[in-house]
């Protein structure tokens, strides 16, 4: 059982560069998260999605969009990366609204120069 | 009021002594409390939970303490071992809503 997967592990970008980190699940989990983890500030949450054609913003959602199309995947899409973007990028997913256990992968790690 | 505050920012312990991290809230309808814990290189992954209707949660050597009244709840790691070193967040959702609110981390070091 692979959990929630993320690729690529590392990145580096260019200024105004582009790119799609890519998260899949295979726990049939409705809900899906897009977090960010900068040194001591914890884990903001930059976008989310409760199914498949639904999302909405989180605390941090400038500069990223997403899309979810299925119910496995969750593309995160960095447009014009700058390096205010340079942080360790997490996915999870949990069931639905009565299950409150998060799943995370295990990160992507972006520098931005 | 959706903040979660935690401390300390960094927490050095002797083997088998106790590590305690320490998290408040301010919003009331906080009904679900779980500590992550993570591993360099991993993501998160959840330790132990509690619900605002014990005081005490114990699983091994990880305790949840739980004060109501004060809005506050705390880890304390037991007999710590330095396979403990790793970064603990606390968390804070309502159940049935979305979003889960993080603390700003723990990165806890047990040394020999």
């Known amino acids: 059982n692979a959990g929630v997967t993320q690729t690529p592990k590392f990145r580096i970008l260019k200024i105004g560069q582009s790119m799609t980190l890519q998260c899949a699940q295979d726990m049939n989990h409705n809900y899906m998260y897009w977090y960010r983890q900068d040194p001591g500030m914890g884990l903001k949450l930059i976008y989310y999605s409760v199914g498949a054609g639904i999302t909405d913003k989180g605390e941090v959602p400038n500069g990223y969009n997403v899309s979810r199309s299925t119910t496995e995947y969750f593309p995160l899409r960095l447009e014009l990366a700058a390096p205010s973007q340079t942080s360790v990028y997490f996915c999870?997913?949990?069931f639905g609204a009565g299950d409150e256990k998060l799943f995370f992968g295990s990160g992507t790690q972006l520098s931005v120069l | 009021q959706q903040q979660v505050k935690q401390s300390p920012q960094s927490l050095i312990v002797q083997k088998g002594g106790i590590s305690i991290i320490n998290c408040a809230y301010e919003n009331t309808a906080f009904d679900y409390f779980p500590w992550y814990q993570q591993f360099p290189g991993k993501g998160p992954a959840l330790l132990i939970a509690?619900?605002?209707?014990?005081s005490e949660k114990k699983e091994g050597r990880f305790t949840i303490s739980f004060n109501k009244s004060a809005k506050q709840f705390s880890l304390h790691i037991m007999d710590s071992q330095p396979g403990d070193s790793a970064t603990y967040f606390c968390a804070a959702s309502i159940r049935g809503y979305q979003k889960v609110t993080f603390g700003t981390g723990t990165k806890l070091q047990v040394i020999p």
């Open positions: 999870a997913s949990k």
């Open positions: 509690i619900r605002p209707d014990v």
